[in-house]
């Protein structure tokens, strides 16, 4: 069955240095999504993505957030200067239609 | 903003106990799912309700979409420890443009013992 795959599985960074959460969407979908959950705290947007442009985007995914398909099949997010408060499991989906979302695994971001 | 209240938060039940978990909301919600998350994984989407009332069964579990469209629920019928996760319901924000940028509860953690 297809999947969305991401990684890293774990990463660990000092405040304020850049990171990079890779995700390969499945192949054919079109939409494609980051969320993020905080230990004991909902699921909650951050992005969404289609047509090579941001769709949506909350009030969490600030200038220090981007993302970007820079090519046929990756999706990324990045954090330009890690803080404490961006530790977190971050989900990223991706969906044909945008209404049935496929989540991978996610990437555990642990900042110090 | 639309708000998804669940509960219980956490379950503790015994193998072929029933159980009911219940979302709400005091917004109307076009749509609602469900979703199941064990430890290490993503969300993995069990259903999603649609019309008021409706009422879909995936093998045990039965879930519905309240008439007003502004709660759901979750019952599984003979528990078995395989059940044992994370159960979620998530809907799409009303405000957004993307069907994508849903709304979560704060989930159930149901735990099913042998």
């Known amino acids: 069955e297809p999947e969305v795959t991401q990684t890293p599985s774990h990463q660990v960074t000092q405040m304020g240095q850049e990171v990079i959460l890779r995700c390969v969407p499945i192949?054919?979908?079109?939409?494609f999504y980051w969320y993020r959950q905080i230990l004991g705290q909902k699921v909650e947007f951050l992005v969404s993505?289609?047509?090579?442009?941001?769709?949506?985007k909350s009030e969490i995914f600030d200038d220090q957030f981007s993302v970007e398909r820079p090519d046929g099949s990756n999706f990324t997010l990045k954090i330009r200067s890690t803080k404490l408060e961006d530790s977190a499991m971050y989900f990223c989906?991706?969906?044909?239609?945008?209404?049935?979302?496929?989540f991978g695994a996610g990437s555990r971001l642990t900042v110090l | 903003t639309q708000l998804l209240e669940q509960s219980p938060q956490f379950l503790s039940i015994q193998e072929g106990e029933n159980l009911t978990v219940y979302c709400n909301s005091s917004?109307?919600?076009?749509?609602l799912q469900w979703y199941r998350q064990e430890p290490g994984e993503g969300p993995v989407l069990l259903v999603t309700?649609?019309?008021?009332?409706e009422v879909k069964k995936l093998k045990r579990l039965t879930f519905q979409f309240g008439d007003a469209r502004k709660d759901s629920s979750l019952h599984i019928t003979a528990a078995q420890p395989g059940d044992t996760g994370l159960y979620l319901c998530?809907?799409?924000?009303?405000?957004?443009?993307?069907?994508?940028?849903?709304?979560f509860g704060q989930g159930t953690i149901l735990t099913v013992h042998p």
């Open positions: 993505f289609y047509n090579n442009e941001i769709s949506e």
């Open positions: 917004s109307v919600f076009s749509s």
């Open positions: 309700v649609v019309t008021g009332g």
């Open positions: 998530a809907g799409p924000n009303a405000g957004g443009t993307s069907y994508g940028k849903l709304t």
């Open positions: 989906a991706s969906s044909l239609r945008g209404n049935v979302l496929t």
């Open positions: 192949s054919n979908h079109l939409y």
